[in-house]
């Protein structure tokens, strides 16, 4: 159980163009959604929090109205990466957070390539 | 803020064991986690520690001692596919409850 899904798995986009990556918890509710990005050999850093229903929590640093994200139910968020830029491609990885879990554990998806050209 | 220091990378030999180690600095303290991720993918779940103790999982174990902010991840019997980059990352209540990872350990295991 616990299965993250994310799509897709890798894009290239024109500089400019904007990019949606979906994460779904595929066999349970997601209370929370987080958003991490990982450039080559560095470690994961969180973009942002999403509760379904509310307004996502951007870290700081993070610009708000360019990675547009959006958890509209308890199974699905999504990074919409607007007017993308080469410094965008990144490995962008999504986890949630069961509903019922008492512990803190994140179910990782397995990540999105993004390569702007 | 939370401080979570870690080795960069270590090497270890086929069948060996090898240890991680993880210090960290952070209020309101509500567990620790290590994850293993290979190149070009996701982490993936190794252990999850919130009490002082040793948690033991097949080849994998991890221990943590909260009054000395330290945890390690113990790896047995060492295989090639052990071949990772071994996250620890610690939740703080006082952060959210969001996880905070450290830059992650590169682990070779040689023949």
Redesign the interface.
């Known amino acids: 159980g616990a299965v993250v899904s994310q799509h897709p798995s890798w894009v290239i986009c024109k500089s400019g163009t904007s990019v949606k990556i979906e994460c779904r918890s595929l066999d349970f509710q997601a209370t929370t959604m987080f958003w991490y990005r990982q450039f080559p050999k560095q470690s994961l850093m969180l973009m942002a929090t999403s509760n379904e229903g509310s307004k996502a929590t951007y870290e700081q640093g993070v610009e708000k109205d360019k990675f547009l994200i959006n958890h509209a139910s308890l199974t699905l968020s999504t990074l919409t990466v607007t007017s993308a830029h080469p410094e965008d491609s990144s490995f962008y990885i999504c986890s949630a957070r069961s509903l019922t879990g008492s512990s803190y554990e994140q179910y990782f998806g397995p990540g999105t390539r993004l390569t702007v050209t | 803020g939370q401080n979570i220091d870690q080795p960069t990378e270590m090497t270890a030999t086929e069948g060996a064991i090898v240890q991680i180690n993880c210090t960290y600095q952070t209020s309101g303290f509500?567990?620790l986690?290590w994850?293993q991720q290979h190149a070009?993918?996701?982490?993936?779940?190794l252990s999850?520690n919130?009490l002082d103790g040793l948690e033991e999982k097949g080849r994998f174990s991890s221990f943590l001692s909260r009054s000395k902010g330290y945890s390690y991840l113990l790896l047995k019997e060492l295989q090639m596919k052990d071949s990772a980059s071994y996250?620890c990352a610690v939740?703080s209540n006082t952060n959210?409850?969001?996880?905070?990872?450290?830059?992650?350990t590169t682990l070779t295991v040689k023949p």
């Open positions: 509500n567990g986690f994850y070009g993918e996701a982490p993936t779940f999850y919130v996250l939740i959210a409850g969001k996880s905070t990872f450290g830059d992650g």
